[in-house]
């Protein structure tokens, strides 16, 4: 790919230490004991693009989320933001922070119940200090209407807003500070179908008419579908399969993207049963020797049980597969 | 700016605990008879017949006079009698209430600062912190309080000159109350700051790198106060009651400016000669000011319970 990458992640790792206090662990004779979040993930966003992360829950979306946002640090890797490094351990300079927001899932805990929508949507730009403070509510006034809100909510509180619009807010004060690459954490997974949609299109309209990058956490694979350029579906922290969104719902090629995209009913086949998702995922403190996905997995060799499989490109769209049973003609 | 105010004050006026408040006839009694308490204590020497901190107004000719009695050497007639050294009792009340009242909000405040403060970084950093501050916490709390409050106003009379212990009493005095109470609200701020820091309005806010100072005092704060100022209600009360019971063990402020505790101190040795007003009048007004600060609290505390609604 010759775009220009915004956001790159190298083989980045996450455990969790979840380990009993000292005095337990010597009291019954126990080790530490660690949760792998996310492992060995590699992935790289163009600058203009919208990539997806799809996963069941507990596949690790969020733990990445929260890494690439500069809340938590990889215990293995390293995550670049337009080549800057991104990790708390070292500090994050205020000019890279400004660059990345994220917008979240629940929009009923996303904003302070206690502040103004005004102060809400300009603490960016007061932290930041982008403007002077004479201009700052005509930039909150200009911010709301982008979002379709009136410039007079500023100064109302949240709770006096539905989710739908509590969601525009958030989005108003993502944008505030003008940034690149924005994570949208579920946005719509809260919020009733009939205002999905309008959220949706107004993140799109806002990618055109601003440029953002953005990264969408989904396990909605419509609404996946309908936004994504990209997509990378993680399975146990692992990242199983990359491809663009075309290829990936005409053609899926790992064993659990297929069973994911089975599971989805489909208007074309109208009486038949979609096929459910088999098993669950398995505990990610003692996961599955070899690849991650054999005990569920209907192809599963030998070779699974004991040998992890490595990403390996397929064709020429930068598509990537881990996977032993699905060959490269394919 | 003034667009704001009325504003909020409609808002106010017309929210549930404005109406919650309206519709409970306990609450509206308690807050009528601690609003004139308070009132009458602050505006006490413009009140008060006589000021019974000034030695040289004093006649102690005029010592236990009965209510609304006529001395038999002075012919002076007090409203609620005289003490044993010629004080006019409802001056020394109003003055003793202003004292007690005094002791009692400050060392409210005390205690709130300490309980805050160490419950928001106990709640925030988690880990050895956490556990440090709420073990001492623990130990602290099976002490009784009275005992604390006991034992630092001895420390203090032995590290205070004693020319300046009785400047200093008053001092000493909040910080021992205060120092005994500051648990409360350090336990209800760390679990309510617990639950608000993994809120997604503090992520955003820790995303775009604001100091974890500011996000504490301007996002988390605000949040937790609810809880904080039930405590603070009822712990008035109980502050203003534990100043009088240390006055009243002869560790709080001295007999020549005496609070409420110290009054009744003072009337309970002379209640078995038969005067029984300068006991009397003092202990009704503690009693009315704690019961009333403390059915306050109780509603305050019901009114912001959901579940109870």
């Known amino acids: ?330 | 700016m003034m667009a704001r105010l009325s504003d909020s004050l409609t808002r106010a006026y017309h929210s549930d605990l404005a109406y919650n408040f309206r519709k409970s006839p306990v609450a509206v009694l308690a807050a009528l008879v601690a609003l004139s308490l308070v009132l009458a204590a602050v505006f006490a020497p413009l009140l008060a017949p006589s000021n019974p901190y000034d030695p040289a107004s004093l006649n102690l000719m005029d010592g236990f006079t009965p209510p609304m009695t006529e001395n038999a050497f002075t012919g002076n007639s007090y409203l609620l009698g005289t003490d044993n050294q010629g004080r006019d009792v409802l001056s020394t009340i109003l003055y003793g209430a202003r004292l007690s009242l005094f002791v009692g909000v400050m060392a409210v405040l005390f205690a709130m600062l300490l309980g805050i403060g160490a419950g928001l970084i106990a709640g925030w950093r988690g880990g050895w912190v956490d556990t440090v501050l709420m073990r001492v916490a623990d130990v602290q709390l099976s002490f009784p309080s009275i005992l604390i409050a006991l034992l630092i106003f001895g420390v203090a009379r032995g590290l205070i000159a004693p020319d300046q212990r009785d400047t200093m009493a008053i001092w000493v005095l909040i910080i021992s109350i205060g120092l005994s109470d500051w648990v409360q609200y350090a336990r209800v701020v760390r679990s309510a700051t617990m639950v608000e820091k993994n809120k997604e309005y503090v992520q955003a806010a820790r995303i775009i790198g604001v100091r974890p100072v500011v996000i504490l005092t301007r996002h988390i704060l605000p949040n937790v106060m609810g809880p904080v100022l039930v405590i603070a209600t009822i712990g008035l009360a109980l502050a203003i009651i534990a100043e009088a019971t240390l006055s009243f063990l002869g560790v709080g402020v001295p007999p020549t400016e005496p609070s409420l505790g110290t009054l009744i101190r003072i009337g309970q040795q002379y209640l078995f000669s038969g005067e029984w007003w300068i006991l009397l009048f003092p202990a009704i007004a503690l009693l009315a000011l704690a019961l009333s600060v403390n059915l306050l609290g109780d509603w305050l505390r019901d009114a912001l319970n959901p579940r109870l609604r």
Request: aromatic content about 6%; charged content about 25%.
């Open chain 1, 1 to 330: 790919m010759a775009d220009e990458m915004i956001l790159s992640l190298d083989r980045v790792t996450r455990r969790f230490d979840i380990s009993k206090p000292l005095l337990n662990r010597m009291i019954e004779g126990v080790g530490k004991q660690y949760l792998t979040a996310t492992a060995d993930v590699s992935l790289s966003i163009a600058r203009g693009e919208t990539f997806a992360l799809v996963g069941e829950s507990g596949s690790g979306k969020s733990t990445i989320a929260k890494m690439i946002m500069g809340l938590m640090p990889p215990s293995v890797g390293e995550i670049r933001f337009d080549g800057d490094l991104i990790d708390p351990r070292h500090g994050i300079a205020r000019a890279t922070r400004r660059r990345f927001q994220m917008i979240f899932q629940d929009p009923f805990a996303s904003l302070n119940p206690r502040w103004r929508v005004g102060d809400i949507i300009a603490e960016p730009i007061r932290t930041f200090a982008l403007m002077p403070k004479t201009e700052v509510a005509g930039e909150v006034a200009r911010l709301l209407e982008v979002v379709g809100l009136a410039p007079r909510d500023a100064e109302k509180y949240p709770h006096e807003f539905s989710g739908g619009q509590r969601q525009r807010i958030a989005i108003a004060r993502a944008l505030s500070s003008k940034p690149e690459f924005i994570v949208c954490d579920e946005p719509t997974s809260a919020l009733d179908v009939s205002v999905q949609a309008q959220i949706l299109n107004l993140m799109r309209d806002l990618q055109d008419a601003y440029g953002l990058t953005y990264l969408l956490i989904s396990h909605d694979l419509s609404v996946v579908r309908h936004m994504a350029d990209r997509i990378g579906v993680l399975y146990l922290g692992r990242l199983v399969e990359v491809a663009p969104s075309a290829d990936l719902f005409a053609a899926p090629q790992h064993p659990y993207t297929r069973m994911l995209l089975d599971a989805v009913p489909d208007l074309t086949r109208v009486g038949a049963r979609a096929r459910a998702v088999v098993g669950e995922i398995p505990n990610p403190i003692s996961p599955p020797s070899g690849c991650a996905f054999h005990p569920r997995c209907p192809l599963a060799q030998d070779i699974c049980k004991t040998t992890a499989p490595e990403a390996r490109s397929l064709g020429d769209r930068g598509r990537s597969v881990a996977c032993h049973m699905v060959d490269g003609a394919a």
